[in-house]
């Protein structure tokens, strides 16, 4: 038989517990750890011409990507993104401003992102 005095420990109990996973969410929370509600898009960025540079971002950490340039030919970089999800890859090659290019970069599991170089910017022949 249960007194009221047990009953009112076993409530104590519980409402410990619930207090603790109350807690733990608010720290979780407030730790800023990225869920997937907040983990930001995928973008890239051509950062510098001369040697061609790529700048990569949100994508998913510690993962290999494939990063394709194509200008005057096709050069392939495989990265690895850190624990932020970037990444940033060197090309020897030098891109101009009367040159057409594209990079695209595929990671396992998400689909592909291509950048395209604006229409070339030389005066007519």
């Known amino acids: 038989m249960r007194t009221a005095l047990s009953r009112s420990r076993i409530r104590l109990a519980g409402l410990f517990v619930a207090l603790l996973v109350v807690a733990g969410a608010v720290a979780a929370l407030a730790s800023g750890a990225p869920t997937a509600a907040h983990q930001a898009r995928p973008a890239l960025a051509l950062t510098h011409r001369s040697p061609a540079?790529?700048?990569?971002?949100?994508?998913?950490?510690?993962?290999?990507?494939?990063?394709?340039?194509?200008?005057?030919?096709?050069?392939?970089?495989?990265?690895v993104t850190n624990a932020q999800?970037?990444?940033?890859?060197?090309?020897?090659?030098?891109?101009?401003?009367?040159?057409s290019w594209s990079i695209s970069v595929t990671q396992p599991g998400r689909l592909p992102m291509v950048l395209h170089g604006a229409k070339p910017q030389c005066p007519p022949a």
């Open 53 to 79: 540079t790529v700048r990569g971002t949100g994508f998913k950490p510690n993962t290999h990507v494939r990063v394709v340039l194509r200008a005057s030919h096709t050069v392939v970089h495989r990265p």
């Open 85 to 99: 999800g970037t990444f940033t890859t060197t090309f020897s090659m030098v891109i101009d401003r009367c040159s």
